[in-house]
C-alpha cells in the first residue's frame, strides 16, 4: 500500500525560502516517479516539479513559474524526497501534495508534461503560506 506524507509546510515572508519533505513507505520508492503538486484555493492543481526514477536517471522538471526558485531532489536510501523552494512568493501560496507513479506512460504523463492521472498515488498535502 503506497503510503506519502508531506512535511514542512508552515508560514514564510516572501522572499523566504521552505523546504517541503515527503516521505513514502509501502512500495519500492526508487522505482516511482516522485512529482509535487499544489493546488491554492479556487484554482485547479498543477504541477510543480517532477523528479524521475532510476530508470529515468532522475531527470527533473520544473513548472516554469517556479524555474530557478525551487529545486527537487531525491534520496533513495531514505525514501524521501525534498522540494527546495526558495524567494518565495505569494502566489506560491497553495496546499503541496506530493505524488508517485511507477508504470512508464504515468511517468511521462506527470513528469514531462505534470498530467494528473488515475494512477497516481498522493500525500494528504502540507499548507504553504507566503504573507507578510
Known amino acids: 500500500q503506497v503510503q506519502l506524507v508531506e512535511f514542512g509546510g508552515g508560514l514564510v515572508q516572501p522572499g523566504g525560502s521552505l523546504r517541503l519533505s515527503c516521505v513514502g513507505s509501502?512500495?519500492?520508492?526508487?522505482?516511482?516517479?516522485i512529482a509535487w503538486f499544489r493546488q491554492a484555493p479556487g484554482k485547479e492543481r498543477e504541477g510543480v516539479s517532477c523528479?524521475?526514477?532510476?530508470?529515468?536517471?532522475?531527470?527533473?522538471n520544473y513548472a516554469d513559474s517556479v524555474k530557478g526558485r525551487f529545486t527537487i531532489s531525491r534520496d533513495n536510501a531514505k525514501n524521501t524526497a525534498y522540494l527546495q523552494m526558495n524567494h518565495l512568493k505569494p502566489d506560491d501560496q497553495a496546499v503541496y501534495y506530493c505524488?508517485?507513479?511507477?508504470?512508464?506512460?504515468?511517468?511521462?504523463?506527470?513528469?514531462?508534461?505534470?498530467?494528473?492521472?488515475?494512477?497516481?498515488?498522493w500525500g494528504k498535502g502540507t499548507l504553504v503560506t507566503v504573507s507578510s
Open positions: 505524488a508517485a507513479v511507477h508504470d512508464a506512460l504515468s511517468v511521462q504523463a506527470m513528469c514531462e508534461m505534470f498530467r494528473i492521472v488515475d494512477t497516481i498515488s
Open positions: 523528479i524521475n526514477n532510476n530508470d529515468g536517471a532522475g531527470k527533473t
Open positions: 509501502g512500495f519500492g520508492w526508487e522505482h516511482h516517479a
